[in-house]
Nanobody, 116 residues
Framework: QVQLVESGGGSVQPGGSLRLSCAAS?????MGWYRQAPGKQRELVAS???????NYADSVKGRFTISRDTAKNTLYLQMNSLKSEDTGVYSC?????????????WGQGTQVTVSS
């Protein structure tokens, strides 16, 4: 059974930093972080593929950095210069292609609150 366990969320003032971690029970070719703010749809924050190709939402470019430790099957999201609009539940996503389709796995989510 696939498990994704997130950690590192919390409350921080605007301009502060947080680092999220996602420990996976297996390796995946594609992993990413999504977030959902109250009253809004879940959106992709950042993703990384096997080739270490990264993708970021325009709203976080230059402030957030996604990385992973393949030896530990762990995904990270370093978040700097946090803004109030970064508040939301951040979820780890892992994807693999199996048979004829992509399978998505999700962590339980971790709350990030940016407020003064």
């Amino acid at each position: 059974q696939v498990q994704l366990v997130e950690s590192g969320g919390g409350s921080v003032q605007p301009g502060g930093s947080l680092r999220l971690s996602c420990a996976a029970s297996a390796s995946f070719p594609v992993m990413g972080w999504y977030r959902q703010a109250p009253g809004k749809q879940r959106e992709l924050v950042a993703s990384v593929a096997n080739s270490d190709t990264t993708n970021y939402a325009d709203s976080v470019k230059g402030r957030f950095t996604i990385s992973r430790d393949t030896a530990k099957n762990t995904l990270y999201l370093q978040m700097n210069s946090l803004k109030s609009e970064d508040t939301g539940v951040y979820s780890c996503n892992a994807r693999r292609f199996q048979n004829v389709r992509w399978l998505d796995y999700w962590g339980q989510g971790t709350q990030v609150t940016v407020s003064s």
